[in-house]
Nanobody, 124 residues
Framework: QVQLVESGGGLVQAGDSLILSCVYSGRTVSRYSMGWFRQAQGKDRREAVALISWNGSSTYIAASVEGRFTISRDNEKNTVALHMNSLKPEDTAVYYC????????????????WGQGTQVTVSS
């Protein structure tokens, strides 16, 4: 059974930095592709923000956050982190950690394992 628990969200000002952390558990999760999605209020779709392969050799960063966000993972500590810099009000959303067996996929429908989400609010 895969469990994902996010932490690190909060209220920040535009230009600030924030690190989101996802702790995962489950026997084989260290071999899963993992990523961060976000869903803004009123939107019915979760957007892929950053993804990382099981060994960190492949990553995906959405164009909307490229140059500001990075993703990393530590399979020894069972964590995946989203490092967010130069935050903008449009980054305001609930951020979800997700995991899947197989290659990176940007569509949320390919992920069957999700955390509960953590709210990030960026004030202008």
């Amino acid at each position: 059974q895969v469990q994902l628990v996010e932490s690190g969200g909060g209220l920040v000002q535009a230009g600030d930095s924030l690190i989101l952390s996802c702790v995962y558990s489950g026997r084989t999760v260290s071999r899963y592709s993992m990523g961060w999605f976000r869903q803004a209020q009123g939107k019915d779709r979760r957007e892929a923000v950053a993804l990382i392969s099981w060994n960190g050799s492949s990553t995906y960063i959405a164009a909307s956050v490229e140059g500001r966000f990075t993703i990393s993972r530590d399979n020894e500590k069972n964590t995946v982190a989203l490092h967010m810099n130069s935050l903008k009000p449009e980054d305001t959303a609930v951020y979800y950690c997700a995991a899947r067996q197989g290659t990176l996929q940007t569509a949320a429908r390919y992920y069957s394992n999700w955390g509960q989400g953590t709210q990030v609010t960026v004030s202008s």
